[in-house]
């Protein structure tokens, strides 16, 4: 079983209210991935953004830099946008990461849950799927023979014998991330990889149709299990009534933000916080964070539960608290409560 923390670098507010510059935020990031290593956590994962209310748009920079200042931390994304990206080139840096960081970088493949990256980069959304189709399987490819030869639509062939650096055997850990779609869940079989399911709301076991769907495809096609894992949210504090009332005011300026732009409305408390007792909002004291996680791995199997712990304009103190209580308390408690 293994434990991550997920940030997208959000944009925090200081101790006087004002939303801090986003190299802060960055610089910031990198603190408290430093300080996940110390506490033991496994993995930190940073989301690819193009929006001014995230920073991180270049994860690899911010992953090389914390691999500097790390020993054993798993060095991520959550996830790498790989639809408006060249799957060769996303090879080539993380292969270049692995080298830095002695094999300690992998990667969450996915389309990502916004569209800012498409016009960004001059791509169309209406080939939406067969970019993902496409890179995905030019990417699989590589990893796994360190080579290419290609036909599709997208791109020129190509055919060439290696891609340098190579990544070594076994290529770069690569997970497929997964939001909700069923074709998702087969097409990470397909290619070999682990499955993230991000569960940002509801009752987690309402996922468990796609957990039986990943192990029936597995079966079907002769393929060997892969680990499954989760992403959902969550804040960690002293008390449930500090980490409810501080997860809440971050998180309603983000819910609101992004819902002012997709037509949902305001989130109220009473909302949010029957999402923290009953749905996927992992936020509460140390034991009660615990519990919960401990209840979704049990009931959906999984191999790893990584924290999205960065709340809206959560501040940074608080979250370098949550960092350090979830390693220090939740993970052990949650290892004690799974044994």
């Known amino acids: 079983m293994e434990f991550g923390l997920d940030t997208f670098g959000d944009i925090t507010r200081d101790a006087t209210g004002a939303l801090l510059p986003q190299d802060q935020v960055l610089r910031n990031v990198v603190a408290e991935a430093v300080l996940a290593d110390q506490v033991g956590v496994d993995a930190i994962n940073l989301g690819e953004h193009h929006r001014d209310d995230f920073a991180i748009?270049?994860?690899?920079?911010?992953?090389?830099?914390?691999?500097?200042?790390?020993?054993?931390?798993?060095?991520?994304?959550?996830?790498?946008?790989?639809?408006t990206d060249d799957p060769i080139r996303l090879y080539q840096r993380f292969s270049t990461l692995n080298a830095l960081a002695e094999g300690r970088g992998e990667i969450i493949l996915g389309r990502g849950s916004f569209t800012e990256s498409y016009p960004l980069f001059g791509y169309d959304m209406r080939d939406y799927e067969l970019l993902f189709e496409e890179k995905l399987a030019i990417f699989a490819q590589v990893n796994k023979t360190g080579a290419l030869k290609w036909e599709g639509e997208?791109?020129?062939?190509?055919?060439?014998?290696?891609?340098?650096?190579?990544?070594?055997?076994?290529g770069i850990r690569s997970w497929i991330g997964v939001g909700g779609s069923p074709e998702s869940v087969v097409r990470a079989v397909r290619?070999?990889?682990?499955?993230?399911?991000?569960?940002?709301?509801?009752?987690?076991?309402?996922?468990?149709?796609?957990?039986k769907l990943y192990h029936d495809a597995a079966e079907k096609m002769g393929k060997q299990f892969q680990p499954l894992g989760v992403h959902s949210p969550g804040l960690i504090a002293e008390t449930d009534e500090a980490a409810r009332e501080s997860a809440f005011t971050g998180y309603k300026a983000l819910h609101d933000r992004i819902g002012r732009e997709r037509g949902w409305p305001p989130i109220t408390k009473q909302a949010f916080l029957s999402e923290?007792?009953?749905?996927?909002?992992?936020?509460?004291?140390?034991e009660t964070v615990a519990q919960k996680i401990a209840a979704t791995v049990r009931a959906l199997g999984l191999q790893r539960f990584s924290l999205k712990y960065s709340a809206g304009t959560t501040p940074h103190e608080d979250l370098m608290r949550s960092v350090e209580l979830y390693g220090t308390q939740v993970i052990p408690r949650v290892r004690e409560l799974l044994a």
């Open 57 to 83: 748009s270049a994860p690899e920079i911010l992953l090389a830099n914390i691999a500097a200042r790390t020993a054993r931390i798993r060095l991520g994304t959550a996830v790498t946008v790989l639809s």
């Open 154 to 170: 997208h791109r020129a062939p190509v055919s060439v014998p290696a891609i340098y650096p190579p990544a070594g055997p076994g």
């Open 191 to 211: 290619h070999d990889m682990p499955m993230m399911l991000a569960i940002i709301g509801g009752d987690p076991r309402r996922f468990l149709p796609f957990v």
């Open 276 to 286: 923290v007792e009953g749905g996927s909002q992992y936020v509460g004291s140390p």
